[in-house]
């Protein structure tokens, strides 16, 4: 049952190569009409959806940390109402770390916000124009302070495995970032994907990406770094003090339901997917027709409800319960993972399991992707 709610804010403040959202910068969005429209949608979800407490709230998309204060203190108030909140719910706010964002953090705050997670991506000038980045360094330094001054729960990512690093270069990175002492990191390797810019780099020669076995070691100097900090890999890419964990992405993870509204908002609830219309105009028409802005709605097979929890699951430490994902899908566990490449992965050091409880070592999650089309029967995937 749905206890996540995520608010899709579609807008952003300048061209980024990197955002699916280039279209959708604007000067002026006239507030009162987006208010409105993600009332409608939030109040269609929560008549779907069960009425169990929200657990965590995540405001995501394009640059929502602009959001006016008021607007997202009406959703709050309205979500509160719909659903009720437990009484350490989480909410957090996604936010690009520029002056500008950092100058809303406190009024945010005020209107109910209670985490933020800042895309730092990196600690240096050189390599935030590599990612085409808008902010430099010292203003992300500077927002993750403020952020650290507001919110008693901050995460910020950064990006390493990049074009010709070297261990020695990362562990230093990392280092200073620990020193900054937040609860969570998310630390990501570059990763090269099909019909981006980087891609159209790597093509035209500009760059090498990194090789698999240097990127391997700088994986291994993350893991060491980081449990040593205190600060263990809860999931392939994710760290954080026990108890700081972002309790929004582990909804995700654990497969369970969340709803999810605002132009191109994904959703998953009663075993069905939905989608809500990408483009902000084409979602403000459905929610003048419809009073809500879903573009598809899909009832998804038992078979691909298997695949994609095991996909998801499988990324986390904690690894999966065979038993409790079979009882809620209705499948018998032995069909839910494929024993024999188990029983191998387990025996090289790259798998392991617990009673009916399974998982990947973190010597095996640098080959995560890997093992998953080995370790997920193909009977599940083949939906």
């Known amino acids: 049952m749905a206890r996540a709610l995520y608010i899709h804010w579609p807008f952003c403040i300048a061209k980024c190569p990197y955002c699916d959202f280039n279209s959708h910068v ?3 969005v006239e507030m009162d009409l987006w208010r409105e429209g993600l009332l409608a949608d939030m109040r269609h979800e929560a008549e779907l959806a069960s009425d169990e407490p929200l657990e965590s709230i995540f405001f995501g998309g394009g640059t929502p940390s602009l959001m006016p204060p008021e607007l997202v203190s009406a959703l709050l108030t309205e979500a509160e109402r719909l659903w009720v909140f437990t009484p350490d719910i989480e909410i957090t706010l996604e936010a690009n770390p520029s002056s500008v964002e950092a100058s809303k953090f406190a009024d945010i705050a005020l209107a ?8 730092l991506q990196a600690l240096d000038n050189d390599t935030l124009r590599f990612l085409g980045r808008l902010h430099d360094a010292d203003e992300g330094i500077a927002a993750l302070a403020t952020a650290q001054e507001c ?3 901050v995460s910020f990512d950064l990006i390493y495995a990049r074009p010709a690093q070297s261990a020695l270069e990362w562990s230093k990175e990392l280092e200073r970032a620990l020193a900054f002492g937040t609860g969570h990191l998310s630390l990501y390797q570059l ?18 990406p990194l090789a698999d076995d240097p990127a391997a070691d700088l994986f291994a100097v993350t893991a060491e770094m980081t449990a040593k900090a205190g600060l263990p890999a809860y999931e392939v890419s994710n760290h954080a003090r026990p108890g700081e964990e972002s309790r929004h992405n582990l909804t995700y993870w654990r497969y369970r339901d969340y709803c999810g509204i605002g132009p191109g908002a994904h959703g998953r609830r009663g075993g069905r997917a939905t989608i809500r219309h990408k483009k902000p105009e084409n979602w403000l028409t459905a929610i003048e027709a419809r009073r809500h802005g879903i573009n598809e709605d899909r009832l998804l097979g038992i078979n691909e409800q298997a695949s994609e929890a095991l996909l998801m699951g499988l990324r986390l430490a904690e ?3 065979l038993t409790s994902l079979g009882e809620r899908l209705g499948i018998a566990p032995d069909l839910l993972i494929n ?12 798998a392991w399991r617990e009673g009916e409880t ?15 089309a080995e370790l997920v029967p193909a009977a599940l995937v083949e939906v």
């Not at 024993?339 to 790259?350: C, H, P, T, V």
């Not at 399974?358 to 999650?365: F, I, N, Q």
Request: proline share 5%; charged share 25%.
């Open 151 to 153: 919110y008693k729960r």
């Open 319 to 321: 690894g999966v319960d």
């Open 112 to 119: 109910g916000v209670n985490r933020v997670s800042l895309g």
């Open 26 to 28: 604007r000067e002026n």
């Open 339 to 350: 024993n024999e490449r188990l029983n191998f992965f387990s025996d090289i050091g790259l």
């Open 358 to 372: 399974v998982g990947v070592t973190p010597e095996g999650m640098p080959v995560l992707n890997s093992l998953l």
């Open 191 to 208: 990763t090269i994907e099909p019909g981006t810019r980087f891609a159209t780099d790597v093509r035209r020669g500009e760059f090498d």
